[in-house]
């Protein structure tokens, strides 16, 4: 069964930093691109980063210079890392990953996986 799981949000001050993570877990073939979305209340949810398998990394144009993403192949884990937070990062923050894994059929199969999602609030 594969999971991801993500690290607990936090309550933060403006300015203030917090740094997510996202793990993956099953009998993982291999992990392509992987990534971040959130979710702020009464609006759709939106893309953060994605990095892919090389560690090539792309971000929503607004976030550039405040959010890093990273990821530990090894360790199939992904982060991300929010500087210099305002309150209209907050929101519910999701992590996916696109991977193969092998199934209880000894099968490989391709499918995107989410995270449970993590709740952040920041406040001024």
């Known amino acids: 069964q594969v999971q991801l799981v993500e690290s607990e949000g936090k309550d933060v001050q403006a300015g203030g930093s917090l740094r997510l993570s996202c793990a993956v877990s099953g009998n993982i073939l291999r992990i392509d691109d992987m990534g971040w979305y959130r979710q702020a209340p009464g609006k759709a949810r939106e893309l953060v980063a994605i990095t892919s398998s090389g560690g090539d990394a792309n971000y929503a144009d607004s976030l550039k210079g405040r959010f890093t993403i990273s990821r530990d192949n090894a360790k199939k884990t992904v982060f991300l890392q929010m500087n210099s937070l305002i309150p209209g990062d907050t929101a519910v923050y999701y992590c996916?990953?696109?991977?193969?894994?092998?199934?209880?059929?000894?099968?490989?199969?391709?499918?995107?996986?989410w995270g449970q999602g993590t709740q952040v609030t920041v406040s001024s």
């Open positions: 996916y990953a696109n991977l193969v894994y092998i199934d209880y059929a000894s099968q490989y199969v391709a499918q995107k996986y």
